[in-house]
């Protein structure tokens, strides 16, 4: 069965570097996305993707944060100067083109800004 | 937006028992309701989604029930076992197109004695 692939599975950074966080979706799908889980609470939306341009992205997503696809198979979610609260797990997850159709999530990165 | 609200926090039932979570949601327009399963430290995964045409929906042990006037959706589960301890998310989201953002519960966790 594919699946979302995600890269590191655990990334440590100290607090101000930049951390890019990497996702190979389902291969047919056209809809990337990034959710972030801070531990213990809800799954949080940050960025859709679609077309080669951000579709739509919540408050969370502000100026630290970009996401690209360097190449027919990646996705990426880069973090600029990381906090110390970005530290969470971060989920990539990717659609097909049909209409109601679920995203299927990778396994998550655990990103600890130290 | 959208806000879902997701009870109880935490669950805790004896194995054979039936399990509970109800959420409601706030946005009319919302017409897809999945539910995720996490397992520790791993990604969630889709169990079961109802849509704002259907009331009810069962797969084997677990059912959704949905009443679209309370907006208000409910995942049952019977014959609870230890593997069903897992956090479960609730999510609500708006149809159209293929872009796929659901907005989540806060979580349950669910905890199974044998």
């Known amino acids: 069965e594919p699946e979302v692939t995600q890269t590191p599975s655990h990334q440590v950074t100290q607090m101000g570097q930049e951390v890019i966080l990497r996702c190979v979706p389902i291969s047919n799908h056209l809809y990337f996305y990034w959710y972030r889980q801070i531990l213990g609470q809800k799954v949080e939306f940050l960025v859709s993707f679609y077309n080669n341009e951000i579709s739509e992205k919540s408050e969370i997503f502000d100026d630290q944060f970009s996401v690209e696809r360097p190449d027919g198979s990646n996705f990426t979610l880069k973090i600029r100067s990381t906090k110390l609260e970005d530290s969470a797990m971060y989920f990539c997850?990717?659609?097909?083109?049909?209409?109601?159709?679920?995203?299927?999530f990778g396994q998550g990165t655990r990103l600890t800004v130290v | 937006g959208e806000n879902v609200e997701q009870h109880p926090s935490t669950l805790s039932v004896q194995e054979g028992d039936s399990a509970v979570i109800k959420c409601t949601y706030s946005?009319?327009?919302?017409?897809?309701f999945p539910w995720y399963k996490q397992e520790l430290g791993k990604r969630p995964q889709l169990i079961i989604d109802i849509r704002s045409n259907v009331g009810e929906k069962k797969d084997q042990r677990i059912a959704v029930t949905l009443n679209k006037t309370a907006k208000h959706f409910s995942l049952h589960i019977t014959e609870t076992q230890p593997e069903d301890s897992a956090v479960y998310f609730c999510a609500a989201r708006q149809g159209g197109g293929g872009s796929y953002i659901p907005t989540f519960g806060r979580g349950t966790s669910l905890i199974v004695h044998p």
């Open positions: 997850a990717s659609s097909d083109y049909r209409e109601d159709t679920e995203a299927f």
């Open positions: 946005d009319s327009a919302s017409n897809y």
